[in-house]
């Protein structure tokens, strides 16, 4: 059985950083092009950023270009979503989302709130 899980989040100042991790188990991310999306309340699922599995392939949405950093970690065969200078706008539930040509699978979501 497929599974992924996110995490690393939590409730930061406006200015903070945190750092998600997406892991999987019963597949292998390096496999799959990984999607980070985030839902905050009453809005529809956005897409955030999105790596490849063509090294150095990486997409960024604009509001989020230059303050976060999407990356593979291949030892562990993790992927962080690394986000600096977090805005209240941040504030949404973070989802994982690997994807190739036969499959596509979901994490539950990990919820970022930047408040003061």
């Known amino acids: 059985q497929v599974q992924l899980v996110e995490s690393g989040g939590g409730l930061v100042q406006p200015g903070g950083s945190l750092t998600l991790s997406c892991a999987a188990s019963?597949?292998?991310?390096?496999?799959?092009?990984v999607r980070w999306l985030r839902q905050a309340p009453g809005k529809e699922r956005e897409k955030v950023s999105c790596?490849?599995?063509?090294?150095?392939?990486?997409y960024y949405e604009d509001s989020v270009n230059g303050r976060f950093t999407v990356s593979r970690d291949n030892v562990k065969g993790t992927v962080l979503l690394q986000m600096n200078s977090l805005k209240p706008e941040d504030t949404a539930v973070y989802y994982c989302?690997?994807?190739?040509?036969?499959?596509?699978?979901w994490g539950q979501g990990t919820q970022v709130t930047v408040s003061s």
């Open positions: 989302n690997a994807r190739s040509l036969a499959a596509t699978y």
């Open positions: 019963g597949i292998t991310l390096n496999d799959y092009c």
């Open positions: 790596i490849s599995t063509t090294v150095g392939s990486v």
